[in-house]
């Protein structure tokens, strides 16, 4: 069984920072990606940004690109977000997920962690 656990959410002012971070049950090396995701209230859910089981490959959404960076230490099994220069539109519930394959969609999802936004 696959278990993700999200942590680092809170309230910030608009500007400011936090990172998130990503427990993974399993070996975040042997997963073809690792990302993150969010969901705002009355929106759909959409892509923040992913980074490659092993290798440099990132990828973002152009909504946060320049301002969050991905990354991933494979010794603790932990997929991290860092969020610069927040903003209100940054606000929602931010979820980690894996995608094993190449062959297959992301499958597995942790509960998710609120990140607030004030102005």
């Known amino acids: 069984q696959v278990q993700l656990v999200e942590s680092g959410g809170g309230l910030v002012q608009a500007g400011g920072s936090l990172r998130l971070s990503c427990a993974a049950s399993?070996?975040?090396?042997?997963?073809?990606?690792m990302g993150w995701f969010r969901q705002a209230p009355g929106k759909e859910r959409e892509f923040v940004a992913a980074i490659s089981g092993s290798g440099p490959s990132t990828t973002y959404a152009a909504s946060v690109k320049g301002r969050f960076t991905i990354s991933r230490d494979n010794a603790k099994n932990t997929v991290y977000l860092q969020m610069n220069s927040l903003k209100v539109e940054d606000m929602a519930v931010y979820l980690c997920a894996t995608r094993r394959s190449v062959n297959v969609d992301y499958g597995y999802w942790g509960q998710g962690t609120q990140v607030t936004v004030s102005s």
């Open positions: 399993i070996s975040i090396s042997s997963t073809y990606r």
